[in-house]
């Protein structure tokens, strides 16, 4: 298994289930056993194409997917999906940040919606994204540090 190829599964697999395989599925899906995954999921994290949770061997961000529960929900319709904490014909991402709300749709070709809260307040925010464009709506997205610095500490930039 390359990890080129291991890499291209995982993301059509998030694509797909909506989440981020565990270490336990990958094993099984691959069947090189797993050290070899381990392996691989290791040289992934470290060039930075995926986040692995601190010492675990499980997915943490497949950027701009997030593996666990954030502030930022990326809804997308007409794609059927049975998770029962989903209405049928959409499905939905966690997105790591404001930024990667925006890569999910760009990535993905669709229209969707994102969904926050604000920081400060707790207000609830609703974004709709049509044909890559925002409609209007008077959101400020604050970054504390500038993109070139974002590997410092990914998991809390």
């Known amino acids: 298994m390359s ?12 694509v797909e289930q909506c989440r981020t395989p565990t270490f336990e599925e990958i094993v099984a899906h691959h069947g090189v056993g797993e050290i070899a995954t381990r392996t691989a999921l290791q040289d992934l994290h470290h060039r930075h194409e995926l986040v692995l949770l601190p010492q675990s ?19 997308v ?6 998770e029962s904490d989903r209405a049928p014909g959409v499905a939905s991402w966690w997105a790591n940040c404001a930024w ?11 229209d969707g919606t994102i969904r926050s809260t604000c920081p400060d307040c707790g207000f609830a925010l609703k974004l709709e994204v049509i044909r ?11 970054f504390l540090l500038p993109a070139a610095r974002w590997w410092e500490n990914i998991g809390f930039t």
Request: no cysteine.
């Open 3 to 14: 990890t080129a190829d291991l890499r291209f599964w995982i993301y059509r697999f998030v």
């Open 57 to 75: 061997d499980q997915i943490w961000m497949a950027m701009p997917f997030s593996a666990v529960p954030t502030t930022v929900q990326v809804e």
């Open 100 to 110: 990667d709300a925006f890569g999910i749709l760009a990535a993905l070709d669709v």
């Open 77 to 82: 319709g007409g794609t059927a999906r049975n």
């Open 132 to 142: 890559g464009q925002a409609l209007a709506q008077e959101w400020v997205v604050h």
